[in-house]
């Protein structure tokens, strides 16, 4: 099989390691060396020269809901749960061919703006099939609400395309089948995930079982009057219910205090962020230094078009750029790439490390030392990116 090395002025192995005027020398789809230009140890090959830019591992999005893409503008509904109820409406108006096509529409998005490996939450829509196409790595989470109940059958994983169960959130889904999805997703030796901690109106009814998420639960049919989870708050409940361990992916952790926090990184969970998205719905965001502090390694998320404008995630680390200023780039960049491949539980993506997937992309930027390299990469708008994969 051919061999080929990628050159460049700039390589990011991972963040904080560079390299200048180096090489990417890959074998299908493994990397096989990573160094400077003059030290291969197998000369042979097909020479592909980039440029002054930067060849930088693929961007991971660890958690997007792409079927959503229909919805797009949906962020302008005045409240959380009119929020919610606009999205049941537009899907519940979507025809099949739509929903395909802004799934496609979606991916391509992604895949155009630097990202090469997804955690994706959605409905029965075909989603695996597009990634797959788009060559892309993905896990496919199958969401489920309500009462506790047998679980659906799952598509076969194919390819890079992983797919799993996934609970929505514990105001949304009863505790009984949170824990049977959880001990599902172990069995398939999948990542168990399911949103924690996103907005007041979740806070407010797992406290006390009742308020406006309460009336509007009842409104959506879901009976909750045996679900034995409420007077605790919602980290309070994950963990006593043991929902929270090392295969645990547990996405927002927005409405949480450093306390809840401390024990959150006690049990080895993976997080994941959504900064954009909480601040259009919520207008906060989440403690990213708090996290960092206790030794978390977050991932990052852009959630779907119908609380963001774009897909990208260097969109994505650009607003953490601006509403963390004085956060080191290299550890944005961290949160982009190797935390949400370790998060997703892929890491032979993340980082660009002999023996590794070959999934990276080049960045057309001209930087004159790697410091600087980090910081354009946070921080410049519309990016020039080509994704090699």
């Known amino acids: 099989m051919t061999r080929t090395i990628h050159r460049a002025r700039w390589i990011m192995m991972e963040p904080g390691i560079w390299i200048e005027n180096g090489r990417v020398m890959v074998q299908g789809n493994r990397i096989l060396e990573v160094g400077g230009i003059g030290g291969t140890t197998h000369p042979n090959g097909?020479?592909?020269?980039?440029g002054d830019g930067i060849l930088m591992p693929a961007l991971v999005n660890a958690h997007t809901h792409v079927t959503l893409s229909t919805s797009a503008?949906?962020?302008?509904?005045?409240?959380?749960?009119?929020?919610?109820?606009?999205?049941?409406?537009?899907?519940?108006r979507q025809t099949h061919h739509e929903a395909t096509r802004t799934v496609r529409e979606g991916i391509t998005a992604m895949k155009h703006s630097g990202t090469g490996l997804v955690g994706d939450f959605g409905p029965h829509i075909p989603v695996g099939e597009a990634f797959e196409a788009a060559r892309l790595h993905a896990t496919v989470w199958l969401e489920s609400l309500g009462n506790d109940r047998d679980l659906p059958p799952l598509t076969e994983n194919r390819g890079n395309i992983r797919h799993a169960w996934a609970g929505h959130a514990p105001h949304t889904t009863s505790p009984a089948l949170l824990k049977r999805i959880q001990t599902a997703d172990i069995q398939l030796k999948q990542?168990?995930?399911?949103?924690l901690a996103e907005s007041r109106e979740e806070t407010a009814f797992l406290t006390n079982g009742e308020g406006d998420w309460a009336d509007f639960m009842t409104h959506m049919g879901i009976d909750f009057s045996h679900w034995d989870c409420f007077g605790k708050r919602p980290v309070e409940m994950a963990l006593e219910r043991g929902l929270l361990d090392h295969n645990t992916l547990a996405v927002h952790l927005l409405e949480i205090n450093v306390k809840e926090m401390e024990k959150v990184a006690q049990t080895g969970a993976h997080v994941c962020l959504c900064p954009r998205s909480n601040w259009m719905l919520h207008r906060k965001l989440p403690d990213?230094?708090?996290l960092l502090k206790l030794g978390m390694q977050p991932a990052i998320g852009t959630d779907s078009l119908a609380s963001v404008t774009t897909l990208s995630l260097f969109?994505?680390?650009?607003?953490?750029?601006?509403?963390?200023p004085n956060m080191n780039p290299d550890v944005i960049l961290g949160m982009g790439?190797?935390?949400?491949?370790?998060?997703l539980g892929y890491p032979y993506l993340g980082t660009l490390?002999?023996?590794?997937?070959n999934a990276m992309i080049y960045v057309d930027l001209n930087v004159a030392n790697a410091k600087e390299a980090?910081?354009?990469?946070?921080?410049?708008?519309?990016?020039?990116?080509?994704?090699?994969?």
């Open 46 to 50: 097909q020479v592909m020269d980039h």
């Open 191 to 195: 990542r168990f995930c399911f949103h």
């Open 337 to 343: 790439t190797q935390n949400g491949a370790l998060a």
């Open 73 to 92: 503008g949906a962020d302008d509904a005045p409240g959380f749960i009119p929020w919610v109820q606009r999205l049941i409406n537009h899907r519940n």
């Open 374 to 389: 980090a910081e354009a990469l946070v921080s410049t708008e519309n990016l020039s990116v080509n994704p090699m994969f």
């Open 315 to 324: 969109d994505e680390m650009r607003f953490i750029h601006d509403h963390f």
């Open 353 to 357: 490390r002999p023996g590794n997937r």
């Open 288 to 290: 990213i230094g708090e």
